[in-house]
């Protein structure tokens, strides 16, 4: 079955370290999704992509990067954590089909920065 | 600026009764809107969702109302079930973007 993996599972790291997060899909979809969740704030978007080689901004995306080299792949790297990004963070892909714009989510990491 | 609001963070309803989540949007570029349910230490799924040419989808005991002259959509659960009880958010998108825009969600508690 298709699926979106997420690893790892919790991270913990210090302030000022670089820490990549892996998201793994597939479904074969082109669209690929981070977002934070946050108790107040429900679902922000970070970062997403429409395919190979395309990456955008989104809402909340300052310290945070993406690269995607492939399909099945989009890393989330903080580039030097803070502790504001203590956080819940959800990966999700999707494929425009028939007028729906389901995304799928993968399992999600939880990572603490002390 | 929140552009789609659940006003409501957490509801309880008994067993057996109906359950109404509520949502309201300020941008009146969306045109598609869905609810995800989550359950802790999980990812959200989807539930069900609603095109703006249609102003009632139903699927099972869920189903979802929209009224775009008030921007408001809402989720009914009937009958609510133990099962039911998690966070519910709902989304929204301009179909062109493909992008969703979250509400803060609403914790359900279904009661025995």
């Known amino acids: 079955d298709a699926e979106i993996t997420q690893s790892p599972r919790h991270k913990i790291t210090e302030t000022g370290r670089q820490v990549t997060l892996a998201c793994h899909q597939t479904w074969n979809h082109n669209n690929m999704f981070w977002y934070r969740q946050d108790l107040g704030h429900g679902l922000r978007l970070i970062h997403y992509?429409?395919?190979?080689?395309?990456?955008n901004k989104g809402e909340v995306s300052d310290g945070y990067s993406v690269s995607r080299s492939n399909t099945e792949d989009l890393p989330l790297t903080l580039e030097s954590a803070a502790s504001s990004q203590t956080s819940v963070y959800f990966c999700a892909s999707s494929e425009h089909r028939g007028g729906t714009y389901e995304q799928y989510f993968g399992p999600g990491t939880r990572l603490t920065v002390t | 600026d929140q552009q789609v609001k659940q006003n409501s963070p957490s509801l309880s309803v008994q067993e057996g009764r109906i359950s109404i989540l509520n949502c309201d949007y300020t941008?009146?570029?969306?045109?598609?809107f869905l609810w995800y349910k989550k359950y802790p230490a999980e990812g959200p799924t989807f539930l069900i969702s609603i095109s703006s040419i249609k102003d009632k989808n139903e699927d099972g005991r869920f189903t979802v109302f929209l009224n775009k002259s008030a921007k408001h959509l809402s989720l009914h659960i009937v009958p609510s079930q133990p099962g039911d009880s998690a966070v519910y958010f709902c989304?929204?998108?301009?179909?062109?973007?493909?992008?969703?825009?979250f509400g803060q969600g609403t914790r359900l508690t279904i009661n025995p």
């Open positions: 941008n009146s570029m969306f045109d598609y």
């Open positions: 989304a929204a998108t301009t179909g062109g973007a493909q992008k969703l825009v």
């Open positions: 992509s429409y395919g190979v080689q395309d990456t």
